[in-house]
């Protein structure tokens, strides 16, 4: 709805309220007059209260930090089909320095948890798809950690990571540094973008649909089973 829209909405994040986030916006300001962007780039936080879906749509796309694992407003706007940028792995491991993750991800990828590969002993490649019959091995690492702590935990970081909604989810559009951001946003296919994240979300509802109806078949049938044996 909004793709001829000239205005990038940039979610709101606690990023954004450290020294670190006012250096992001002033940099932003700065590298858009000297690009000449049209695309303006509006702060969430700025705007005042909270916006309804309808004037969410209004807006071209959307900036998202990945403050945590997992997002509420990530979810929303990508089940909107509403293109969503985020920064580069490299960017978010400094970004959690900063501002912690407070969970792990319930709605990332349920994929291969051994991120270490036994052949190269690789810890940053992605979770690899289990093979049928494969006994998944223990987590590298545990889940809770402080990264608060020095030497930063990079391994523990880029671990869980791969685990996120913001790897799992396809059609996602990653930025290394401010010049690609604008660049790619005032040049990226909006409708490609947002058709092949309404598909995955269509396929994502299929599945689920069927977990769900498989659980409740089975809760029916253990309900029934046990009025039985009470009668």
């Known amino acids: 709805r909004g793709f001829d829209s000239l205005e990038m909405l ?3 994040s606690r ?17 858009k007059e000297l690009h000449q962007s049209p695309v ?3 702060l969430q936080q700025e705007v005042g209260g909270y916006l309804s879906y309808e004037a ?40 959690q320095m900063f501002v912690p993750w407070g969970m792990v991800s319930y709605s990332g990828s ?28 223990s987590l590298a690492f545990p889940p809770y950690f402080n990264s608060q702590t020095a030497p930063y935990q990079l391994t ?9 909604e913001f790897v799992s989810y396809p059609a996602l559009q990653e930025f290394g540094s401010i010049p690609e951001l604008i660049e790619s946003v005032n040049t990226a296919d909006l409708k490609k973008i947002a058709g092949r994240m309404r598909q995955f979300r269509a396929e994502l509802w299929r599945t689920t649909r069927a977990v769900y109806a498989a659980a409740a078949s089975e809760l029916a049938g ?3 089973a046990m009025m039985a044996a009470e009668d």
């Open 40 to 42: 303006d780039f509006i």
């Open 156 to 164: 523990k970081t880029a671990y869980w990571y791969e685990f996120g």
């Open 56 to 95: 969410l749509s209004n807006f071209r796309a959307v900036l998202i930090f990945p403050q945590d694992l997992g997002l509420h407003k990530f979810t929303e706007h990508y089940a909107m089909g509403m293109p969503i940028w985020i920064p580069r792995r490299e960017w978010v491991y400094r970004l």
């Open 110 to 137: 349920y994929r291969h948890p051994g991120a270490i590969d036994e052949e190269d002993g690789a810890w940053w490649k992605p979770p690899r798809d289990a093979a049928p019959g494969d006994d998944p091995p």
């Open 10 to 12: 940039i979610a709101r």
């Open 222 to 224: 253990v309900k029934v």
């Open 15 to 31: 990023f954004l309220e450290t020294a670190f986030g006012a250096a992001f916006r002033n940099m932003l300001k700065e590298f």
